[in-house]
């Protein structure tokens, strides 16, 4: 890391920035937080403004806008109804194959609106869970937005997890409804999304009453279980527009499952009220939309990511939201930069492992395209090692857009320690917290470490859009967040340093939790379902560092006695992951073992296996068992 090269904004990215005096922001942002995003959150609509901006009363269960009554739906889409923005298109949608559609604003409000009705008359209520495993298509965006103006509340599942993995998380939830699509695109390949529902609607989903399939695809699916309803049948009914559901500030909006560090996903919960003014503020500074800025997070909406900066995000700030269903590098290995160029991108929000594959693939591609659109840039999901970083600025920034790297998670719900475009940047650092936001690095005792130490992250106080809760398991969330440090702080699991200029550079995580393409996978969950294996008796994953993918999980593997470590074995286990989370959680490597590391209380030492698979240091081996 090299932390004294600054990379400056021009002075018409200063000029034009939607925060201006940044300094003075910031200072008194600090010094007042709760002033700061009050007065933010008055730039959304309120059905009924709050009596108390923020209570911490209950800490670590804070609140915010207390008694406030609001609904996101309101602010994505039903205030631009009485603006020109009604005309505006709202979502782009292309397919792999080329295929496209568009939707104004008013267009997706009207089918929100009649989705809403649909979910309504099957029996949805306000406080119901919605299940959606969708590829990333309009109805995405449609689902989740009907659902919050019922009061439902959605849980997306990423369309790369297994039927078990969606099983577990419609399980949890006792969600009543599951939203799917027929057939997905994805590198040429043809995936029956619905199929993979079925196999998990199989057992222990008795609480889903029927399973709404999109008709995207034009081969055939199976629909002989009567729970199975097509999309577009429901659509055709002529059924009343339910009012919007008017509900607290502190109301949830929604579930998405992330990794922890044990094997079970946590449900985090996000409330309307602090979740939509967070989003609104962070999207409209580090992004710095304009009215007629056409955008595009290339992220899945089945991740935080796309809840925040694909969905709501875009829409509440009324500009054009791209959704790309397919891989940016397929059928051409520039089909990203063709897209940039032909749909005059402004904003690019991407990913790392993205940077670096593109960076490989060479500087000529997008060199081949006019991407002058382009006027700032993002990354998020890792940390962007400098060179990526230098590549994207000048290859794709041509030196003139400044990369916003964000660094936030599903628990933060919107960008937390991230640059603004008017700040001085350096290759590789997420800069400063967000204003308005106090974060730090300390050591274990919960005390700031000094300038260039490497400590734990920890977000202090209360963020408008930071969770509420683990669904149906509040200790679980007091335990993972805030008891192992002393002092109230939040506990983000990522490691971190602070340099003489007050930026931080987050190094990774600091639990055992992977990042496999910017994918956020626990070394737990790969174990748990490579022991599920027949053959297998104990497994230790860890990760290990890769060029493009940033990580990649490699697994050490004791066999049950009778069973012989074989490439077909190997190829077995692999699918069997694959059956078990979803091809997300690939595991590159996997070698066999006579015997792992453990300590005397019989846990697997990864650290231990991690460092002699990388040839570094063992470091302290006192509970070593052997
Ligand atoms: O380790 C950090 C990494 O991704 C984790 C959060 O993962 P998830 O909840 O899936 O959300 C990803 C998208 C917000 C963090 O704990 N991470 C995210 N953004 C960055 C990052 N690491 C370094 N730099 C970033 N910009």
């Known amino acids: 890391m090299k932390d004294d090269e600054f990379y400056y904004p021009s002075e018409e990215v200063v000029k034009n920035a939607n925060i201006q005096n940044y300094e003075k922001v910031y200072k008194e942002a600090a010094k007042d937080p709760v002033k700061f995003w009050e007065k933010a959150a008055k730039d959304l609509t309120w ?123 419609i399980k949890d939830a006792q969600a009543k409804i599951v939203v799917t699509v027929d057939w997905s695109y994805r590198r040429g390949k043809v995936i029956c999304l619905k199929k993979i529902v079925d196999e998990a609607l199989q057992e222990d989903c008795e609480s889903i009453s029927h399973s709404i399939v999109v008709n995207h695809g034009k081969e055939k699916v199976d629909f002989s279980s009567p729970r199975d309803v097509w999309y577009h049948e429901l659509m055709k009914k002529k059924l009343p527009v339910p009012k919007t559901e008017v509900m607290d500030a502190e109301d949830p909006a929604f579930i998405l499952y992330t990794s922890g560090t044990t094997g079970t996903p946590k ?31 290339t992220a899945d909406p089945g991740w935080i990511t796309g809840h925040s900066y694909i969905v709501y995000g875009p829409l509440m700030a009324g500009v054009t939201t791209i959704q790309y269903e397919g891989v940016p590098d397929f059928p051409q290995e520039d089909r990203i930069w063709e897209m940039v160029s032909r749909y005059k991108v402004n904003v690019l929000y991407t990913a790392p492992t993205l940077i670096r594959l593109m960076a490989k693939y060479g500087d000529d591609l997008p060199a081949k395209h006019d991407m002058s659109s382009l ?49 001085p940047l350096k290759a590789g650092s997420a800069y400063r917290p967000f204003p308005g936001i106090i974060a730090d690095v300390v050591d274990k005792d919960g005390k700031s470490v000094e300038v260039g130490k490497g400590g734990f992250l920890v977000i202090k106080g209360s963020w408008p859009a930071q969770l509420k809760t683990l669904y149906h398991n509040p200790q679980r969330y007091i335990k993972t967040y805030y008891d192992k440090i002393p002092g109230g702080m939040y506990l983000t699991g990522d490691l971190a340093t602070k340099d003489k200029d007050g930026y931080f550079w987050i190094q990774g995580r600091a639990d055992d939790v992977l990042s496999i393409s910017g994918h956020r996978i626990s070394n737990a969950e790969i174990e748990s379902a490579i022991v599920s294996h027949e053959a297998v008796s104990e497994a230790g994953v860890i990760g290990k560092p890769h060029p493009v993918k940033g990580e990649i999980a490699k697994a050490f593997v004791i066999l049950k006695s009778g069973f012989k470590g074989s490439e077909e ?10 059956k078990t989370i979803g091809p997300l959680a690939v595991t590159e490597e996997i070698e066999f073992v006579e015997k792992l590391p453990k300590t005397r209380s019989g846990k697997i030492m990864r650290r231990v296996l991690r460092a002699k698979e990388l040839g570094e240091e063992l470091g302290d081996t006192s509970t070593l068992e052997d």
Not at 70 to 79: H, K, S, T, V, W
Not at 268 to 297: P, Q, S
């Open 47 to 169: 059905q009924k403004k709050w009596t108390k901006t923020f209570d911490d009363s209950k800490k670590p269960f804070y609140s915010w806008f207390v008694n406030g009554k609001c609904n996101i739906f309101d602010n994505a889409l039903e205030r631009h109804q009485k603006t020109a923005t009604r005309g505006k298109i709202a979502i782009l949608w292309e397919g792999e194959n080329g295929d496209k559609r568009k939707l104004t604003y008013k267009e997706l409000y009207n089918e929100v609106n009649k989705f809403a009705a649909v979910l309504k008359n099957m029996g949805v209520e306000k406080g119901d869970r919605v299940a959606v495993y969708l590829s990333n298509i309009p109805e995405v965006a449609i689902t989740m937005l009907a659902c919050v103006k019922i009061g439902a509340i959605h849980s997306v599942v990423y369309a790369g997890f297994s039927a078990q993995a969606l099983r577990k998380r």
């Open 267 to 297: 449900g985090v919960v996000h409330a309307h009220g602090g979740y939509m003014v967070g989003v609104y503020r962070t999207i409209k500074w580090v992004f710095d939309l304009k009215e007629n800025d056409v955008y595009w997070c």
């Open 569 to 578: 074995l190997i190829k077995e286990i692999k699918l069997h992951i694959r």
């Open 375 to 423: 006027r700032i840039l993002g990354s998020v999901g890792e940390p962007i090692n400098p060179e990526a970083w230098k590549w994207y600025y000048e290859h794709i920034g041509k030196n003139r857009c400044p990369i916003m790297d964000t660094w936030w998670q599903t628990e933060t719900g919107m960008n937390i320690i991230t640059p603004l475009p008017p700040v």
